[in-house]
């Protein structure tokens, strides 16, 4: 999962924790504490762990999409964005149907 790692040292620095006492109380290791905050990336579990230490739901943590500036919201870019975040199978008759459909209507 990608955090928001901004959010993430926020939260730890108003509570005057050091990496080192986060990771005491959210039951993981020192090195894990420091590659999230450096990668921002974290297996559920360890998102799951962090946000209990701190008492907050995992979305407030999860790095939310933010529309780029050199990329308007045009339709291409919509439909990109939903494709990223459906599952393979979705994705397959995704475009399976709409493959039928353009070949429907070209012929």
Known sequence: MQLNVQKLKQLRES????????????????????????????????VMSICSAYDIQTNDLIKKEEPSVDMP???????RYKIDNMNIKATLVS?????????????
């Open 15 to 46: 509570k005057a924790w050091s990496q080192s006492q986060l990771a005491d109380v959210a039951g993981i290791s020192l090195r894990t504490v420091q590659r999230i905050e450096k990668s921002g990336i974290a297996s559920p579990e360890s």
């Open 73 to 79: 919201p045009t339709f291409l870019n919509v439909v």
């Open 95 to 107: 475009f399976s149907v709409a493959f039928i459909i353009a070949f429907i209507l070209t012929v």
